[in-house]
């Protein structure tokens, strides 16, 4: 299938584009809202549209002669269900490098040299006689995923996934390998949401809130957070805390800010962070304003309820992050991700990566999860242990081992 990508103001004149260079018999693949420059605007539509293979000589002889078609070759068929797989991932890795964008340009290629290797070395490889699926290199996958701690059900559609990309891994497939291409379909499966930097707007600072249960580390990743936004990116931060419930809560807050010479606000009540944060926008003061809520949440305890119902009636730029401990088990995890639904939650932030064995038992919450992942942590240093999510840096860290 030969496959190309088309831009356009709308999609009336990108399809006009397809047509123009493929034809009539072109399929559209993919498509999604894009940035165009065209009379200086910035909104757009791209299309990925494929020109499927044609028919094989034999359907020529056949339409000819009138006769019944003959059964394919079983190798040509293999072949031709390798070169789909071929173009399928190249054209899945060239969309996951578009979505992840520069800053992780080395971590997607780093994934996509080993794909294209293992592809490359498989279109070789194909023998003369028809490839049964390899149970040897699928017992190998299954045994990396049990090793990392993915349960059996949890896995068994990664493996279909890998048999399904028809390659000859029974020859090709030692454990590298093999290994790359999990972290690739985990990778698939896993969405994220990238910066908080990146929805600062003009004179529209971003509002971010953090909730999640007591222990998690909340505080000490908003420390982080705005370190690394004061330090590396020169923005403007403000802090917030509406935890007057927990003896230290705020105490704990204020030293990180002294430290870092940030004000830090407090807000008792959700009329008076409605004012904190509509003077601080008005004032045009800060780019980012952090906002550490209460310790925990539970079906009767609801105390930071008002203040976020506060905050979405008003026109924010807001964003309502549910920070999880990766250490915790996966139940807690999962009975977390339903309660705090009431806030509406738009990503979540895993912290203490360093303090579980695997991180394996997280793709299915990954995986399944409402809300993509914006930011991870991994120790107490500030502002350096904390990263922007991944999902090719989280694939690696689930398949291969968190170092």
């Not at 831009?7 to 993919?30: F, N, T, W, Y």
């Not at 499966?189 to 004179?203: A, C, K, P, Q």
């Not at 330090?231 to 204020?254: C, F, P, S």
Request: hydrophobic letters at 40%.
């Amino acid at each position: 299938m030969l496959i190309r990508t088309f831009e356009g103001q709308d999609m009336s004149e990108v399809l006009r584009k397809v047509k123009r260079e493929l034809g009539s018999e072109a399929v559209i693949l993919d498509s999604r809202e894009g940035r165009t420059a065209t009379r200086g605007r910035t909104s757009g539509v791209v299309v990925t549209a494929g020109l499927p293979e044609m028919d094989p000589p034999w359907m020529n002889d056949v339409r000819h002669s009138g006769k019944s078609p003959a059964s394919p070759d079983p190798v040509e068929d293999e072949r031709t269900s390798l070169r789909r797989e071929v173009e399928s991932l190249r054209l899945a890795l060239h969309r996951m490098e578009e979505e992840w964008g520069t800053g992780t340009r080395e971590t997607v290629q780093s994934l996509a040299r080993q794909v294209e290797a293992l592809i490359s070395e498989g279109a070789r490889n194909v023998p003369d006689q028809p490839v049964n699926e390899s149970v040897d290199s699928l017992a190998l996958a299954r045994e990396i995923l049990l090793r990392q701690g993915i349960a059996p059900e949890d896995g068994q559609a990664l493996l279909e996934a890998l048999s399904d990309l028809t390659l000859n891994v029974g020859e090709i497939g030692d454990e590298e390998r093999i290994g790359s291409l999990l972290q690739f379909l985990v990778a698939r499966n896993i969405r994220t949401s990238g910066s908080f930097l990146d929805r600062i707007r003009h004179n529209n600072p971003v509002v971010c809130v953090f909730a999640g249960p007591s222990g998690v580390g909340k505080t000490t990743t908003i420390a982080k957070l705005a370190a690394g936004f004061t330090i590396r990116h020169g923005k403007k931060v403000l802090l917030v805390n509406l935890d007057t419930y927990r003896i230290g809560a705020l105490e704990q807050l204020r030293i990180y800010g002294d430290l870092m010479g940030l004000p830090v606000e407090v807000a008792s009540t959700p009329e008076r962070l409605v004012s904190i944060i509509r003077d601080a926008r008005d004032r045009e003061l800060y780019d980012v304003i952090l906002v550490d809520s209460a310790g925990g949440l539970s079906g009767d305890d609801t105390r930071i309820h008002p203040f976020v119902s506060a905050l979405l009636l008003e026109d924010l730029n807001l964003s309502v992050s549910l920070v999880l401990s990766a250490s915790h088990k996966t139940k807690d995890i999962e009975k977390s991700i339903l309660l705090y639904q009431c806030l509406a939650p738009n990503n979540m932030i895993l912290t203490k990566l360093d303090e579980t064995e695997s991180l394996g038992s997280l793709y299915p919450i990954l995986s399944r999860a409402p809300l993509p992942v914006s930011y991870v942590t991994m120790g107490q240093r500030v502002p350096d242990d904390i990263d922007v999510a991944h999902s090719g840096r989280l694939s690696q860290w689930i398949i291969g081992g968190f170092r």
